[in-house]
């Protein structure tokens, strides 16, 4: 199982002694200037970089935290991601009949109390304390991104909502942009279960409380990037990925618990009457602006932080970065689970260049005419997978993260009037290529070997070397003279 991390600064700690991390001396500019060297680095895949000078703040910012998967791995106690990959392949093993997910709904009977959070007197998250007129979001290093971004915002906040009724617990990483010294708009979509509790409380006649939390734990960055079902406790997760609960403790203006190993914590309310402010565009992992949109006012009533802290941000880019590297763990992480749904999958890869969670390349192992239509529906039935808008599926033998195979495959098995179809499910948040207010439109390309039902003929084989005229050259392959063996024969 995971040692968890005590700290961000016990994490920082360890990727330094590895090697995995840059101290820039020099002071920064958090406008623009910060992001600009961080894009740099991260595109490069180089390592975690903290800035101990930023102009006009006091904290240290480290960016580039989680932005390689190795990087991830140690943020979790693994070697790799096959080694993530098999520790959740067990815990998919103990599942319940509902499914593993289940286990992380209200109620289950799954081991909670072994993950459950532990409730503290006291965390180091609140050595200091600032309320009310002491509070002053300006003085923290939130960086401005890209030159259309008009505001400075907090992009590496967790934040914490909760069910009035239920109590239950949810995460999630909305964009979070500072308006003044205490206010933020708060962009939750549809999909965020902190819209569902800010409907309850307008149906109630409450304001709803709001935590939003930097710092602590990496593991609880990983958690709130997983597809869990909306009504899931975010924080019992990041229990079980870094095999130690979570130990919490109570804000100081509301009874919301958040890590008290965080290093700030932002407190306030939501005003579900007060009119939708507008969240300006920000950078996307995708690579674009986003597009203006509803927001909801959060105006703080605390800042709670450690002594010294470090304060985390994340650049969004376009891929390779700190996103698509996280979400290369989750995708792992995720397989046993999507295959126990769709028996039929080999594997399935994520195009990290298309942008986080657009284009899928799926692999099956074919049985049936029309199979890949099956496939399909199912995995697109899915939470993990219900916006993915441009879908591959390939036969077993196609390797699903190498592109040129999967090009082969759609080059060689697609007839465009036969092997492509479309489907409407819920819109994809961010999407800014699909129409105002439509379905979220999605196309699949079936890139599988016909049967002679869906062709009307034969289907030619593949190319592929005879294994003993492959084991023979290879033993050979010094004789020729030809230097090194410049490319594996395929089987």
């Given at each position: 199982?995971?040692?968890?991390?005590?700290?961000?600064?016990?994490?920082?700690?360890?990727?330094?002694?590895?090697?995995?991390?840059?101290?820039?001396?020099?002071?920064?500019?958090?406008?623009?200037?910060?992001?600009?060297?961080?894009?740099?680095?991260?595109?490069?895949?180089g390592p975690a970089l903290f800035f101990e000078r930023v102009k006009g703040c006091h904290p240290p910012v480290?960016?580039?935290?989680?932005?390689?998967?190795?990087?991830?791995?140690?943020?979790?106690?693994?070697?790799?991601?096959d080694e993530l990959a098999e520790r959740f392949v067990l815990s998919a093993s103990l599942a319940e009949p509902a499914g593993w997910l289940e286990r992380f709904r209200p109620g289950s009977m799954f081991d909670a109390a072994k993950h459950q959070p532990k409730t503290l007197k006291s965390g180091i998250c609140q050595q200091v304390v600032k309320l009310g007129?002491?509070?002053?979001?300006?003085?923290?290093?939130?960086?401005?991104?890209?030159?259309?971004?008009?505001?400075?915002?907090?992009?590496?906040?967790?934040?914490?909502?909760?069910?009035?009724?239920?109590?239950?617990?949810?995460?999630?990483?909305?964009?979070?942009a500072i308006v003044d010294r205490n206010r933020l708009a708060v962009g939750w979509h549809r999909y965020h279960a902190a819209?569902?509790?800010?409907?309850?409380?307008?149906?109630?006649?409450?304001?709803?409380?709001?935590?939003i939390v930097l710092g602590g734990d990496p593991a609880l960055w990983v958690a709130v990037a997983a597809p869990l079902p909306i009504d899931a406790d975010g924080c019992l997760f990041a229990g079980l990925l870094r095999g130690k609960p979570l130990e919490v403790v109570k804000c100081r203006s509301h009874d919301l618990e958040v890590?008290?190993?965080?290093?700030?914590?932002?407190?306030?309310?939501?005003?579900?009457?007060?009119?939708?402010?507008?969240?300006?565009?920000?950078?996307?992992?995708?690579?674009?602006?986003?597009?203006?949109?509803?927001?909801?006012?959060l105006h703080v009533t605390a800042v709670t932080h450690r002594a010294n802290p470090i304060f985390p941000a994340v650049v969004s880019s376009r891929p390779p970065n700190e996103t698509s590297a996280i979400g290369r763990a989750i995708e792992r992480l995720w397989l046993p689970?999507?295959?126990?749904?769709?028996?039929?999958?080999?594997?399935?890869?994520?195009?990290?260049?298309?942008g986080p969670g657009t284009l899928c390349v799926a692999s099956i192992r074919k049985t049936l005419p029309r199979h890949a239509r099956k496939a399909a529906g199912a995995l697109w039935g899915l939470d993990a997978l219900m916006h993915v808008k441009l879908l591959v599926?390939?036969?077993?033998?196609?390797?699903?993260?190498?592109?040129?195979?999967?090009?082969?495959?759609?080059?060689?098995?697609?007839?465009?009037?036969?092997?492509?179809?479309?489907?409407?499910?819920?819109?994809?948040?961010?999407?800014?290529?699909?129409?105002?207010?439509?379905?979220?439109?999605?196309?699949?390309?079936?890139?599988?070997?016909?049967?002679?039902?869906?062709?009307?003929?034969?289907?030619?084989?593949?190319?592929a070397t005879n294994r003993q005229i492959?084991?023979?050259v290879q033993s050979r392959w010094a004789e020729y003279g030809l230097g090194p063996p410049w490319r594996s024969f395929s089987t």
């Open positions: 199982m995971p040692m968890p991390f005590h700290s961000l600064a016990d994490f920082v700690e360890s990727l330094e002694q590895a090697g995995e991390l840059a101290r820039v001396k020099v002071e920064v500019d958090p406008e623009l200037e910060l992001a600009a060297v961080t894009c740099r680095v991260a595109q490069a895949g480290v960016t580039n935290l989680l932005g390689t998967p190795g990087r991830v791995c140690r943020a979790l106690g693994a070697e790799s991601l007129r002491d509070v002053d979001l300006a003085e923290w290093p939130a960086p401005r991104s890209w030159p259309s971004e008009p505001r400075r915002s907090i992009t590496a906040g967790v934040v914490l909502t909760v069910d009035r009724e239920t109590g239950q617990r949810s995460l999630a990483a909305p964009p979070l819209s569902r509790h800010l409907a309850d409380c307008r149906s109630r006649g409450r304001q709803l409380p709001v935590a890590p008290a190993d965080a290093e700030i914590v932002i407190e306030g309310f939501v005003d579900p009457v007060e009119p939708p402010a507008t969240l300006d565009p920000l950078g996307h992992a995708g690579g674009y602006y986003s597009l203006p949109a509803p927001a909801a006012t689970l999507v295959r126990r749904a769709v028996p039929d999958l080999v594997d399935y890869s994520f195009a990290e260049a298309a599926i390939v036969d077993a033998d196609v390797a699903v993260n190498e592109g040129d195979q999967v090009l082969m495959a759609v080059g060689a098995n697609v007839h465009p009037g036969r092997d492509v179809f479309f489907h409407d499910g819920p819109p994809r948040p961010l999407d800014h290529a699909a129409p105002p207010l439509s379905a979220g439109g999605a196309v699949c390309i079936d890139a599988t070997a016909k049967f002679p039902e869906e062709h009307g003929g034969p289907w030619p084989e593949r190319l492959m084991e023979l």
